[in-house]
Structures are given as C-alpha cells and as structure tokens.
C-alpha cells in the first residue's frame, strides 16, 4: 500500500493552505476535501482577504486555493474521513468508503459547525438572510434590521458589529445575563440600536426565498411576538468537528483540538489548523495562517524523524 508523507484532513482555508505549502515541499500529499470550503463556503461576501480590493465570494476563494493545490500536485480526495487510528504508524486514515490509507504526517483541519437552532427554513434560508458571521456578511444588511441570537462574547461582538450596518439590531438571548465579557456588555448597554431580549427564545422562521421576520417567545411568559427582519445572526457556539478522531487526541475545555506551538497536538506527527483547533479568531485569512504554520511544523518533523 502507497504511504502519503502527509495527508491533509479538511478542505477549508486552513487544509487547502496547507496542501499549497505541503505540495511547494515535494511531499507526497492527500487532501480530504469532505465539504470543499468549509464553513467559508457560505460566505456571501468577503472583503477582508489581503490580495482581494474588490472581494471574493467564499466559493471564489476556495476555487483559487483549489487551483493553487492542483498546480503543485496535492491529490485532492472528495471525500469524508469517518475514522482515524493514530494508536500504529504509520498513522492509518479511513475514508467514507472505507478505504485505508497511510501517513507519515497528518494535518487536522476539519474546522467547526456552527451551532445552529434547529428550526424549520433554517438550512434552507442560509444566506438568504440567516448566517452565522456577522463580520463575513453584515454589510449586506446596511440600513436594514436584523437580530442576533446568543449571550456570549460572539454574540455581542456580533451585535456591535452590526450596528455599523443595521438601522436596528433584536439581541436575544435564552437566559436572564449575558456571559460575555464585561466590557463588550457595557458597550451593548450603550449602544442605542441595539434592543435586547433576555430569556427569550426564536421559535420560528418566517419568509419563503428570503427571511422576512422571526417569532420569538418570552421563556417564563411563553408570551410571542412577531419581529421583522431581515437578517438573522445565529452566535450560539460551534462544534468542532472532532468526532472521528475517537478521543485520540487531547482536546481543550470548550472541545477544541489542544495544540502547542500553535499547531502541534498531543501526539507527535499530528497537527491541527483553523478553526477546529482554534475558538478566538476564526477567520479566513486566520486559518490560512495556521494551515501555512501547520504545514512547515510537518515538514520540519519529517525532515527530523525520517530515516
């Protein structure tokens, strides 16, 4: 069986990055794509990737990643990984079909999902009014009025965001406090377009091609009331998507990869990159980075530990 010097696991900015580097070095490499593009793939809009003065829409970016890959000769692998044993090396990765394959190396770089609410027309409505990142596709939503569900430092970061843009902003939140920081609180409290909704849940979506308003009802007085928006931000946390590792790897107290040095996990020859190991930035141009730091961190390793 052919052993990979590196395969790649997640075909976001952080992955494909990644293999751009990996494929610069000569390695042997294999990309997972699983979702090509990740969660960045939804992005309507991005306008804060260096190298882009007129944007790029986030399947844009990632065709030109993609392109990048295949010129430096990474094998790109449409497919899922369901399993992994890093117990044996070479390290052993399955893929949806259930095929083995073998790497010296691997790269983690599955990303994270965010957490959504479980109501009807949400898939259906994303990016027709319901996303999850306000820096990503807030300016599309200038002067018009949108809401933001969630309490922590996400959800507020978003709301402050979004009053650059929006004429008003619906900030709903299921329990009775926020559990942001302190100072991000003082600045929703002070911000005159921003209303807030304390133990308040959505309960429903409302509008057919595009999202026209939201119900919501108060959680002690099961009282509802109809809003309309036009935007609904979704800041309720995000999932790792670790699952098929099967607790291999050390993970941190909010579920995220543990890394050191930036990108080394808790078992030599494994790294991680971008979102699934990092919860504070989460951004394009941020997971590229990693997957750039990932990659030489593996290079480096094999270089060291190959006979």
């Excluded at 944007?55 to 899922?80: A, C, M, R």
């Excluded at 999902?113 to 306000?134: D, P």
């Excluded at 999932?239 to 890394?259: M, R, S």
């Amino acid at each position: 069986m052919n052993i990979y010097d590196l395969i790649i696991i997640g075909g976001g900015p952080a992955g494909l990055t990644s293999g751009i580097f990996a494929g610069r070095a000569k390695l042997k490499t294999a990309l997972f794509t699983g979702t090509q593009g990740g969660e960045i793939s939804l992005a309507i809009f991005i306008d804060d990737f260096p190298g882009f003065p007129e944007g790029i829409t986030g399947p844009q970016l990632v065709k030109l990643l993609t392109q990048q890959n295949n010129k430096f000769g990474t094998e790109l692998i449409t497919q899922d990984v369901t399993r992994v044993n890093f117990s044996e090396y070479p390290f052993k990765i399955y893929s949806a079909a259930n095929k083995e394959y073998l790497a010296k190396a691997v790269i983690i770089s599955s990303g994270a999902t965010n957490r959504w609410l479980g109501l009807e027309k949400e898939q259906e409505l994303l990016g027709h009014g319901v996303s999850s990142c306000a820096v990503c596709d807030g300016a599309f939503f200038k002067d018009k009025v949108v809401a933001v569900v969630g309490g922590g430092d996400v959800a507020i970061e978003n709301a402050l965001y979004l009053s650059k843009y929006a004429k008003k902003i619906y900030l709903i939140h299921w329990l009775n406090e926020f559990q942001a920081a302190k100072i991000l609180q003082d600045e929703i409290y002070h911000n005159s377009k921003i209303e807030i909704f304390f133990n308040t849940e959505v309960k429903k979506l409302e509008g057919e091609k595009m999202l026209e308003g939201i119900i919501i009802e108060n959680n002690k007085t099961h009282e509802r009331k109809s809003l309309e928006v036009a935007g609904l931000f979704v800041a309720i946390g995000f999932v790792p998507n670790i699952k098929f590792l099967g607790g291999q790897l050390a993970v941190t107290d909010e579920h995220y990869l543990k890394t050191t040095d930036n990108v080394k996990t808790s078992i030599p020859g494994v790294f991680a990159a971008g979102d699934v190991c990092d919860f504070k930035y989460r951004q394009a141009i941020t997971a590229s980075g990693f997957g750039a730091m990932a990659a030489l961190e593996a290079i480096k390793w094999l270089r060291e530990n190959q006979n």
